[in-house]
């Protein structure tokens, strides 16, 4: 299929895991993801495949642990509450080392909050997303081709190292609608040696567990899953930078922040302020080296988000406080006006630069 | 497109481009020095609504009855009690905005019987060849069939929205032509509108039926 197609945010999530081999989805509707769930309840029983409506987020992520255990591609969506009903299942999947993709479309909070687009979960999915230590794959798409892209890459991810990976997008990221190519590559699905498929009385039985009777054994488990997460960090953390060759003004930005920055950064280049942007396409790992970089060429950075300034501790971690880094927000399910960025440039062009 | 039917509906597969024809056409209808009406039945996507073109309709001296509750946080398929003006004032052109899908169009088993009573009605089919579930004449017609009955209405005529959003070229717009005639034919209704946006309807003059600029763009941020 070459030919593109008008589709939303959501509707490229679902069919870009179909096309990744996901013949699972258990959901339950939530603004603004519902499409999510209303495509698959369309598409699956047209291609063999299942979709339930579960009688709760909770029950959800249970039945993506148990197809997940059985060696299967499997997805589950919700929104901001919807994602932290989701989160003692999150954990098990940790605990088990199961692969799964789960996508958060995010609202305003915190509670019930609001339906409108927010970012304010980037904690949420950052630091593990429920009990225990543990981490998820981060991907946060900043368009509707990405949006079809990273579902694949989530797949790929969690498959290759066993853990969950999750979609961390917005509400104007999933109804926006933009043409798309559903051309994605999709690498085989690796071996799963572990999955409960059935012994036929050839091998051991595989048990899918959470629970360590032995501390010293819990212990070591822990110890042996950082170490892959290490890889991860080294391996997997995506970015793209946009005019930051000459820039002395650095943003970070992802999501829908990172689209309305590059307006107001071409608007900033227009007045000679020399502006580029990091975006982060994975929020973990976060791309912590380009950062780290552009701290001995710039002199300021902005963090641009839709939160009370969540991403902005990692860019200060990244950077070790080498230069100053300023927050520009709108929160509540409001998004930043570039005029608003714009305003935040010109203030850091003027008062920045305290780095001598 | 210039029907003499009072009231106007524009149904269709969710996402398919409704909201903005419904206000573009509504704009047509005033320009014309008639008394309209936009209603927004829209009960499926709290996201993307009439409402947000709320001042330029007003400026155009267009009534707009929506949700008191569209574009706020009260995420509830709530309808207007304004609702049966559209039937009881005869002295207005009603233009309708109906929700996506079969489910969009349960709405109109409320005011369909008064509408079939009036029976001076338009009823659209919106189409999109370039929407993934709807990339042919078959699986419109599906959709279609969905429609009709879950609103307890046929639908009278096609509007041809094909498009790839800001990507669409001319040939985007005449790459449909042949799935809309297949349409036409497979249900015997006519095409009546071919919409596009306006800085495409120059170039495409002459070449497809009924061709309709579209001016006002519903936005969502």
């Not at chain 1, 579960?54 to 499997?74: D, L, Q, T």
């Not at chain 1, 829908?256 to 107001?264: F, G, H, Q, T, Y």
Request: aromatic share 6%.
């Amino acid at each position: 299929m070459s030919e593109k197609v008008l589709m939303k945010g959501n509707e490229a999530i679902a069919e870009a895991a179909i096309i990744a081999g996901c013949r699972h989805y258990f959901g339950y509707p939530i603004t603004p993801q519902t499409e999510i769930a209303a495509y698959m309840a369309k598409r699956m029983p047209k291609i063999g495949g299942t979709f339930l409506q579960a009688e709760s987020e909770i029950a959800a992520i249970n039945m993506v642990y148990g197809v997940s255990a059985a060696g299967k591609r499997v997805m589950t969506s919700s929104s901001s509450p919807g994602v932290a009903l989701k989160s003692e299942g999150l954990s098990y999947l940790a605990g088990a080392d199961l692969p799964a993709l789960v996508v958060n479309v995010q609202r305003g909070g915190p509670g019930l909050g609001g339906i409108q687009p927010s970012q304010s979960d980037y904690f949420q999915a950052t630091r593990g997303g429920g009990h225990g230590d543990f981490h998820m794959i981060v991907l946060a798409p900043a368009s509707v081709q990405e949006m079809a892209e990273f579902t694949v890459k989530g797949f790929e991810l969690a498959d290759q190292y066993r853990m969950t990976a999750m979609i961390l997008a917005d509400g104007t990221m999933g109804q926006m609608m933009e043409p798309v190519s559903l051309d994605l590559a999709v690498s085989p699905m690796p071996e799963k040696p572990w999955a409960t498929t059935g012994t036929r009385m050839k091998r051991p039985h595989n048990i899918v567990n959470s629970l360590y009777l032995v501390p010293e054994v819990l212990e070591r488990s822990n110890f042996e899953r950082y170490e892959r997460y290490r890889t991860i960090e080294e391996r997997e953390a995506m970015y793209e930078e946009y005019r930051m060759e000459d820039a002395e003004i650095c943003i970070a930005a992802f999501g829908i922040a990172a689209r309305v920055s590059k307006n107001a950064i071409n608007e900033a280049r227009a007045e000679g302020i020399r502006v580029g942007m990091i975006r982060p396409k994975t929020l973990w790992p976060f791309p912590s080296a380009p950062f780290r970089a552009a701290a001995d060429r710039v002199k300021a950075m902005i963090s641009v988000e839709l939160s009370m300034g969540q991403m902005i501790e990692d860019v200060r971690l990244a950077t070790e406080c080498r230069v100053p880094v300023s927050l520009c927000n709108r929160v509540g399910g409001m998004i930043p006006e570039p005029e608003q960025i714009l305003a935040a440039i010109r203030e850091a062009a003027k008062t920045g630069g305290n780095k001598q | 497109m210039n029907s003499a039917k009072r009231i106007t509906l524009f149904c269709g597969h969710y996402g398919s481009g409704k909201t903005n024809i419904a206000i573009n056409y509504a704009l047509h209808l005033r320009q014309g020095g008639e008394a309209v009406t936009v209603a927004d039945l829209d009960i499926v996507n709290p996201y993307f609504r009439t409402k947000d073109s709320r001042a330029e309709l007003e400026r155009a001296g267009i009534r707009l009855i929506c949700s008191d509750y569209a574009n706020t946080n009260l995420d509830i398929p709530a309808l207007p009690p304004e609702l049966y003006a559209i039937t009881d004032d005869r002295s207005h052109r009603v233009v309708l905005d109906i929700g996506g899908d079969d489910r969009g169009a349960l709405v109109l088993g409320r005011i369909t019987p008064a509408i079939l009573a009036e029976d001076s009605y338009e009823m659209l089919l919106v189409i999109n060849r370039y929407r993934p579930l709807t990339p042919d004449a078959p699986s419109t017609v599906e959709v279609m069939r969905e429609i009709e009955q879950a609103g307890g209405i046929r639908f009278t005529g096609l509007v041809n929205n094909s498009n790839l959003g800001e990507e669409t070229e001319p040939d985007t717009v005449l790459g449909s032509v042949p799935y809309a005639e297949e349409l036409s034919r497979l249900t015997g209704l006519p095409v009546v509108m071919t919409t596009v946006k306006k800085n495409l309807f120059e170039a495409l003059q002459g070449q497809v039926p009924g061709l309709f600029p579209l001016t006002l763009q519903a936005k969502i941020v």
